[in-house]
């Protein structure tokens, strides 16, 4: 087997950087040479739209490279000494002229390791990349994208020179973004959330998420990441947007539309890790190599590492973080970031990421979009110090209080039932994210009497959890299709709904469409009520909501919950499974805002699992006729594999594809 594996790399190899061929440029040595001022490492478009200059840090720890190339089309992916880079220290690089205004320009680097190890790898900078996988999903959403080179191994980048640039709507030019404290979050994965499993069937979605009233959109990594069907938390490039979803003109006139519907657009981005496919990564990768390598460390300084982890001390690999970030902001006028797993973000030494943190805040939100969200996924043993720093800073924090809820919606009032860790400014709660468990999933299966047999009773509970954490103090999130009541598990498939299996968690899940979820009447129901709470938060009375609430009854064990904002909203439910509550109103006048704003009685008898909102002065709550609108045009189940096993090689190692999964020759899933 492994003499195989061998012959079978060797022949890929020789397409890329064998057939580059280094016997023409043998002997040749780098003209030593400053780089042009303000050139670090990357990408750098002359005003003329008509040259660029490329630049790559090429270094072990101890030693530069010998010589660098560049190799592309126009050098017709051969290497040549009118090619060969300049060297400034561990700096190579090249200034190129001439080039045809709007086109698009394919190439690697080919670097000379000081040991003599060669290798093509793409520029760190990349805003475009191309990849043998593009043939898939990537190619049906852009027919013209370029083609992959003959001479290319791995990712390639993409320029172009004289780019046409987006023309903004003055709905993103003059956005006014939601208070940091008054956000209602709605995370997504775009290809398992969409039609058509991309940007284009999620600008089709956004009629439905703007009628829910949430004021943000959180979008889970969309840099470019290994594969095309991935969570995103694999990432390789920080500059480029995963083709798999959509085209740069795509990705901005999403956050243009979610702008002109008054939502902001957090993109979650991982900072932590990456794969073997960076190019840094590549140039001195995994293995013996990688104590080498500048830009990794050989041993995660903390907890929860995957994949290569970052050092957050090296100067070069922390300007390209503060640049990703910047970038992110000023070209696609995103409105802030989650950072996923952000006491990962060290250097070489444990305890360093706040330290980072702060210095990347400073210099990308401050230095350029002030009201710019930094939300930190900030966990590991120094959490209960570090977040209060970085919330102090002007940061949030992830909070992940979602155990509360789905006891709660279980009907079990015990083991941590308590809503008080949602009930703070400067964090972000939920009941719901991509880490947990669906709170229905677990209603319906470990339910509280009649609740696993009685859909209507258990559905009936979806509204008043999402009540108790949207109407409480801080920002709070939704996970996609919470405000329906999705009852299947993070850890079934597409393909086994009803099995449980860990190996299932990021795989594409039953879609809510052909199950009729649109159509229930208690999902839309449940929709309904989640909608009209939410859109009283973020759009009837968002500054009631921006200061504290007066008072709250919301501790573990309570059958009957509330919480008062003054003399302006006062909320109360039945958290019980059997037996009524009766709730009597603070003093004043109140009205019924889920009742058509009628004016309250002084006491209400409610029912196990009944909501009640109720406002100081008549306010309206939206109704809705169709939720299902636009959700099914054209929407089919996705096909099994029904398509021809392939054989092919990804980075040195022989894999199957049967249909849209791939599989290692020993059968175990990666894709």
């Given at each position: 087997?492994?003499?195989?594996?061998?012959?079978?790399?060797?022949?890929?190899?020789?397409?890329?950087?064998?057939?580059?061929?280094?016997?023409?440029?043998?002997?040749?040595?780098?003209?030593?040479?400053?780089?042009?001022?303000?050139?670090?490492?990357?990408?750098?478009?002359?005003?003329?739209?008509?040259?660029?200059?490329?630049?790559?840090?090429?270094?072990?720890?101890?030693?530069?490279?010998?010589?660098?190339?560049?190799?592309?089309?126009?050098?017709?992916?051969?290497?040549?000494?009118?090619?060969?880079?300049?060297?400034?220290?561990?700096?190579?690089?090249?200034?190129?002229?001439?080039?045809?205004?709007?086109?698009?320009?394919?190439?690697?680097?080919?670097?000379?390791?000081?040991?003599?190890?060669?290798?093509?790898?793409?520029?760190?900078?990349?805003?475009?990349?191309?990849?043998?996988?593009?043939?898939?999903?990537?190619?049906?959403?852009?027919?013209?994208?370029?083609?992959?080179?003959?001479?290319?191994?791995?990712?390639?980048?993409?320029?172009?020179?004289?780019?046409?640039?987006?023309?903004?709507?003055?709905?993103?030019?003059?956005?006014?973004?939601?208070?940091?404290?008054?956000?209602?979050?709605?995370?997504?994965?775009?290809?398992?959330?969409?039609?058509?499993?991309?940007?284009?069937?999620?600008?089709?979605?956004?009629?439905?998420?703007?009628?829910?009233?949430?004021?943000?959109?959180?979008?889970?990594?969309?840099?470019?990441?290994?594969?095309?069907?991935?969570?995103?938390?694999?990432?390789?490039?920080?500059?480029?947007?995963?083709?798999?979803?959509?085209?740069?003109?795509?990705?901005?006139?999403?956050?243009?539309?979610?702008?002109?519907?008054?939502?902001?657009?957090?993109?979650?981005?991982?900072?932590?890790?990456?794969?073997?496919?960076?190019?840094?990564?590549?140039?001195?990768?995994?293995?013996?190599?990688?104590?080498?390598?500048?830009?990794?460390?050989?041993?995660?300084?903390?907890?929860?590492?995957?994949?290569?982890?970052?050092?957050?001390?090296?100067?070069?690999?922390?300007?390209?973080?503060?640049?990703?970030?910047?970038?992110?902001?000023?070209?696609?006028?995103?409105?802030?970031?989650?950072?996923?797993?952000?006491?990962?973000?060290?250097s070489d030494q444990p305890n360093t990421s706040v330290a980072n943190l702060k210095d990347y805040y400073d210099k990308?939100?401050?230095?350029?979009?002030?009201?710019?969200?930094?939300?930190?996924?900030?966990?590991?043993?120094?959490?209960?110090?570090?977040?209060?720093?970085?919330?102090?800073?002007?940061?949030?924090?992830?909070?992940?209080?979602?155990?509360?809820?789905?006891?709660?919606?279980?009907?079990?009032?015990?083991?941590?039932?308590?809503?008080?860790?949602?009930?703070?400014?400067?964090?972000?709660?939920?009941?719901?994210?991509?880490?947990?468990?669906?709170?229905?999933?677990?209603?319906?299966?470990?339910?509280?009497?009649?609740?696993?047999?009685?859909?209507?009773?258990?559905?009936?509970?979806?509204?008043?959890?999402?009540?108790?954490?949207?109407?409480?103090?801080?920002?709070?999130?939704?996970?996609?299709?919470?405000?329906?009541?999705?009852?299947?598990?993070?850890?079934?498939?597409?393909?086994?709904?009803?099995?449980?299996?860990?190996?299932?968690?990021?795989?594409?899940?039953?879609?809510?469409?052909?199950?009729?979820?649109?159509?229930?009447?208690?999902?839309?129901?449940?929709?309904?009520?989640?909608?009209?709470?939410?859109?009283?938060?973020?759009?009837?009375?968002?500054?009631?909501?921006?200061?504290?609430?007066?008072?709250?009854?919301?501790?573990?064990?309570?059958?009957?919950?509330?919480?008062?904002?003054?003399?302006?909203?006062?909320?109360?439910?039945?958290?019980?499974?059997?037996?009524?509550?009766?709730?009597?109103?603070?003093?004043?006048?109140?009205?019924?805002?889920?009742?058509?704003?009628?004016?309250?009685?002084?006491?209400?008898?409610?029912?196990?699992?009944?909501?009640?909102?109720?406002?100081?002065?008549?306010?309206?709550?939206?109704?809705?006729?169709?939720?299902?609108?636009?959700?099914?045009?054209?929407?089919?189940?996705?096909?099994?594999?029904?398509?021809?096993?392939?054989?092919?090689?990804?980075?040195?190692?022989?894999?199957?594809?049967?249909?849209?999964?791939?599989?290692?020759?020993?059968?175990?899933?990666?894709?």
């Amino acid at each position: 087997m492994k003499k195989i594996y061998v012959l079978i790399a060797a022949v890929v190899y020789s397409v890329g950087l064998l057939a580059a061929n280094w016997n023409p440029v043998a002997g040749l040595t780098p003209e030593e040479r400053p780089r042009p001022a303000g050139v670090t490492n990357g990408i750098y478009y002359g005003d003329d739209g008509t040259s660029v200059t490329l630049c790559t840090y090429a270094a072990s720890k101890t030693a530069s490279a010998k010589r660098v190339f560049l190799l592309g089309d126009m050098t017709n992916w051969q290497l040549s000494g009118d090619y060969q880079l300049y060297k400034d220290g561990n700096y190579f690089w090249i200034t190129l002229t001439g080039l045809t205004p709007g086109q698009e320009y394919r190439f690697q680097y080919a670097v000379e390791r000081a040991d003599g190890v060669k290798k093509q790898i793409s520029d760190l900078y990349s805003e475009k990349v191309l990849h043998p996988d593009d043939q898939y999903e990537p190619r049906t959403i852009d027919p013209n994208l370029l083609a992959y080179p003959a001479g290319g191994d791995g990712y390639v980048t993409v320029i172009q020179p004289g780019k046409p640039q987006y023309q903004w709507s003055d709905a993103t030019l003059n956005f006014q973004r939601p208070n940091k404290n008054n956000l209602v979050i709605y995370e997504l994965w775009i290809y398992d959330y969409t039609e058509g499993r991309s940007l284009k069937g999620l600008m089709k979605r956004l009629d439905y998420i703007q009628n829910l009233g949430v004021n943000a959109i959180e979008l889970m990594p969309i840099c470019e990441f290994d594969g095309n069907y991935n969570w995103g938390y694999s990432p390789n490039h920080y500059f480029a947007p995963d083709k798999a979803y959509g085209t740069e003109t795509m990705y901005k006139e999403f956050i243009d539309e979610c702008h002109k519907r008054g939502m902001a657009v957090i993109l979650d981005m991982v900072f932590n890790h990456a794969t073997g496919l960076n190019p840094m990564n590549k140039l001195y990768p995994y293995g013996t190599d990688l104590a080498s390598n500048p830009w990794f460390n050989v041993n995660a300084p903390h907890s929860d590492n995957v994949y290569e982890d970052w050092n957050h001390g090296f100067a070069p690999a922390h300007e390209m973080f503060i640049r990703a970030l910047k970038y992110w902001l000023t070209e696609y006028k995103v409105d802030g970031f989650r950072l996923d797993l952000s006491h990962g973000l060290c250097s070489d030494q444990p305890n360093t990421s706040v330290a980072n943190l702060k210095d990347y805040y400073d210099k990308s939100i401050k230095a350029v979009s002030p009201t710019a969200y930094m939300i930190c996924e900030h966990w590991g043993g120094n959490m209960g110090t570090e977040r209060p720093k970085l919330i102090s800073y002007g940061m949030q924090c992830w909070n992940n209080t979602s155990n509360a809820y789905c006891q709660t919606a279980m009907g079990w009032l015990k083991d941590g039932d308590g809503f008080g860790d949602a009930n703070k400014d400067g964090y972000v709660s939920y009941c719901e994210s991509h880490d947990e468990e669906r709170m229905q999933y677990k209603a319906k299966k470990y339910g509280n009497g009649d609740l696993q047999t009685n859909t209507s009773a258990r559905l009936g509970r979806v509204a008043e959890n999402v009540a108790f954490n949207v109407l409480l103090n801080g920002s709070h999130m939704l996970w996609m299709w919470e405000e329906i009541g999705y009852d299947f598990s993070i850890n079934c498939d597409l393909d086994h709904p009803n099995n449980y299996n860990e190996s299932y968690r990021c795989n594409k899940k039953p879609r809510p469409e052909i199950r009729s979820y649109f159509t229930n009447k208690d999902r839309v129901a449940a929709f309904t009520k989640c909608a009209q709470v939410i859109t009283l938060r973020t759009q009837l009375m968002p500054s009631v909501f921006e200061g504290n609430p007066t008072s709250q009854n919301i501790s573990s064990g309570n059958k009957l919950r509330k919480v008062q904002w003054g003399s302006n909203v006062f909320v109360a439910a039945n958290f019980d499974v059997t037996s009524n509550q009766t709730v009597t109103l603070p003093s004043g006048t109140w009205y019924d805002y889920l009742n058509g704003a009628t004016l309250a009685n002084s006491t209400y008898t409610l029912a196990p699992g009944e909501l009640k909102v109720f406002t100081g002065t008549p306010v309206i709550a939206p109704t809705f006729v169709d939720i299902n609108k636009r959700e099914t045009q054209g929407f089919e189940e996705v096909q099994r594999d029904q398509a021809q096993s392939t054989k092919f090689i990804r980075d040195g190692q022989i894999l199957i594809r049967r249909g849209d999964k791939i599989y290692t020759i020993m059968g175990t899933r990666v894709q």
